[in-house]
Every structure is written in C-alpha cells, then in structure tokens.
C-alpha cells in the first residue's frame, strides 16, 4: 500500500532552516511527482511547490521562491523539503502529497504532516 | 495570484440535510478546481478533481459541478461522518490556491 512518511516534529529558531523528509513506499517514486503543501493553525492549506522526481525538476510558489529547495534522492524513495530564513509566520504543519495535481486517477496520498514551531 | 472565496466560511446542519458550498475563482479557470475534506489533526483528504470528477472510494452524495469561475460542492443527504471542513483549490495555474475553507458543524 502506498504510504509517505515523515519526518518528525522540529522546533527552530528565527532565522534557521528546517528540512523535512518524505519516504514514499508502495509505489515507483519515480512515476509520480511530489508536492509539498502546508498549513498554519486555523488557517486554509497553502501549495508551496512540486518536484518531478524522475528528473529533479521542481517548481515553486513564487511566495517562497528564493527560500524554499525541494529535492529527492531516488536511492531511498525520499524527498525533502528545505525552508530557509525562518520567521514565526513560517509555524505551521508540513505535508507531502502525491496524486493532487494532474495524476489524480491512481488517487491522493498524503504524508502525516510535520508540525514546525518558529519560536526564539 | 488567482484568489478563491467560498461560501458560507460555516454552516449549522443536521443528518439528512442537502448541503451547498460555493467557491468563486477571482478568473476564468476552465474546469481547475479541486475540492478537499479535511477533518482535524488529519490531512486534506481529495473529493473531486477537474471539479466533477469524483475521486475513487468517495461516496457518491457528493457532488461537484460548475465551470469558469463558480462552482458548487453538493452533499445530497448529509451524514455524521460528513460533518468536517471543505476546501476549494484552483490548479489552473501556480500557485495552485486554495479558499479559505467552509467548515460544516452539526446543528
């Protein structure tokens, strides 16, 4: 069965980065891309970008262009997740997601999520 | 970026009841809209894709139609496990936004 699992809960300060994982399993990882969306308490869901992990292309929102780098490693079916210059405003939970965008027939699969605090 | 506004941010319903959620694109999206369920401390969980189509294993009370910038969630009898929070996204363009939400409460 297909499952995405993540990296477990980070605390950072303003201004650090934060990396989060997601291990796919069940499927090729290379056959479907790979998006991360996140969402801050009380608030709506908010796409933040995709990669394409057969290639390594990526795409971003342009609100964090500049601060976001998403890559994979093919080896061990992961992808990651690196968010840079962390401000309060960054608090929310990290989710991947597979199947929202495009490849939707062979159905959504997303990762538990990964709650990072900002906090000094 | 696109905006999205939905309608009512909330709503008061009991077992049984039709339910319509409305979400408004701020342009002309085609068909690009996706509608999610979320329940708390869970992921968004996909209803429908290409704002008709029905993702597989969900119930078909759910409905969604619509086309250009207005489109319409429909729960045709409303059950205790419906009662949640429903986004709207776009997918026409990047970045792929989603509304604000309407979360259904049990009257």
Known sequence: QVQLVQSGAEVKKPGASVKVSCKAS??????YFMHWVRQAPGQRPEWMGWI?????????????????????DTSISTAYMQLSRLGSDDTAV???ARGIYGDYEDGDYWGQGTLVTVSS | DIQV????SSLSASVGDRVTITCRASQNIRSFLNWYQQKPGKAPKLLFYVASNL??????????SGSGADFTLTISSLQPEDFATYYCQQTYT???????????EIK
């Open chain 2, 55 to 64: 993702q597989r294993g969900v119930p078909s009370r759910f409905s969604g």
């Open chain 1, 26 to 31: 069940g499927y090729t990882f290379t056959f």
């Open chain 1, 94 to 96: 990290y989710y991947c």
């Open chain 2, 5 to 8: 506004t939905q309608s009512p």
């Open chain 1, 52 to 72: 394409n992990p057969s290639t390594g292309a990526t795409n971003y929102a342009q609100k964090f262009q500049g601060r976001v780098t998403v890559t994979r």
């Open chain 2, 94 to 104: 990047s970045p792929y936004t989603f509304g604000q939400g309407t979360k259904v």
